[in-house]
């Protein structure tokens, strides 16, 4: 079936690399592995970051022209038979796709949908009205997150349905691994992670707390990451670190692959992540990882098996476990090991395919 795909936070195209723009990417390419044609409806970005209602207004009227150019594009043969929306929250709500659907009358499908209640009378209380519209609306709702769910599920209306779908990637598409057996030598950790301000630039503070109150010395660091924020995060993490930490900046594909594969333990604070694309990322190279009990890190870490999960009110309890791995490799190791192996079975492209095409067929039987 022909699929228009709408990602408001951030298009797949966008130049900024971002755990949202690589799950924008890897739906298109699942949803086309099934067999679909998937086409970008729009690339308008809904975001608005500085509860800025000027910004609000004006961005929710380009979209309603966008919209209306859709309908007025598609009004013949040439109409998608199902839209599908990636990430809808409070600051980059969905105000294209249900004026499209409506006008159309095809099936509108959100994944990654977010409703915080406590968004309700805030300074982006439009943009949660109409994420909460865009639920209620939705013929069906693909949800990545445990946690979102028990605020979708009773907007969701009768008929609606709701897939429960593991965090995925690809992979298969990376390049072969260059991992050597066995740990020798001091512990390699390292951490890939946008530098902006925000939860990501905290979660680098964090960090820097736990390796602040580590005790043992064997280990280097290796920082990936660029941002608004690296200068004083960079800073903050050689203040700790010295000279065992080395720095690379924004890295991607096979430079990425090349530092991971390098790497021994995937190391990450994760505060207000959804669950954290660079995880799975980190677990598929063979690294054992240690983050934050946030969010939904532990959809995609299993403690005590692929990775050690700490809170991280309890930065003292973050350095205990660093520790503890540093002088047992062996430990790492397994837990690489089991970490690959359950990326490869819970979270891989090819099941997300199956699951997606199952969905999207059965809300357009005629059209598959």
Request: hydrophobic share 40%.
């Amino acid at each position: 079936m022909n699929i228009a795909f709408y990602a408001p936070l951030k298009p797949p195209n966008h130049p900024n690399p971002s755990g949202d723009r690589l799950l924008a990417r890897l739906f298109i390419a699942a949803l086309e592995r099934a067999g679909h044609r998937v086409s970008l409806a729009s690339t308008l970005r809904s975001f608005e970051g500085k509860a800025d209602p000027v910004s609000q207004s004006a961005i929710r009227g380009a979209a309603e022209i966008a919209a209306q150019q859709l309908v007025e594009r598609w009004g013949g043969d040439d109409a998608p038979d199902l839209w599908f929306s990636y990430h809808v929250y409070h600051k980059a709500p969905d105000w294209i796709g249900p004026r499209v659907c409506g006008a159309l009358g095809i099936p509108y499908v959100v994944a990654e949908a977010s409703v915080s209640p406590s968004q309700a009378g805030g300074p982006w209380r439009n943009g949660h009205e109409q994420a909460r519209r865009c639920v209620s609306r939705a013929d069906a709702v693909v949800a990545l997150n445990r946690r979102d769910i028990e605020c979708t599920r009773p907007l969701m209306r009768s008929g609606a349905r709701l897939l429960r779908l593991a965090p995925f990637i690809d992979w298969q598409s990376w390049p072969s691994s260059r991992r050597t057996a066995g740990i020798t030598g001091s512990v390699t950790m390292v951490a890939v992670a946008r530098m902006r301000r925000g939860d990501k630039s905290r979660s680098w503070h964090v960090l820097a707390d736990w390796v602040a109150r580590m005790r043992t010395s064997d280990w280097t660091l290796q920082v990936v990451g660029d941002g608004d924020a690296r200068d004083e995060i960079e800073s903050r993490l050689r203040e700790v670190a010295g000279d065992r930490a080395t720095f690379h900046g924004r890295l991607e594909g096979d430079d990425l692959a090349a530092v991971l594969d390098g790497a021994d333990l995937f190391v990450w604070p994760a505060c207000n992540e959804a669950f954290g694309m660079a995880l799975l990322e980190a677990q598929s190279r063979g690294l054992g990882v240690v983050a934050g009990r946030d969010g939904g890190v532990a959809d995609v870490v299993a403690h005590g098996r692929t990775g050690l999960l700490t809170a991280l009110a309890r930065p003292d309890d973050a350095a205990r476990l660093l520790d503890y791995l540093v002088k047992r490799p062996a430990v790492i190791e397994r837990m690489g090991r089991d970490g690959a192996a359950r990326v490869r079975q819970r979270h891989g492209i090819d099941a997300a395919a199956r699951a997606l095409d199952q969905l999207v067929t059965g809300l357009c039987p005629t059209s598959s």
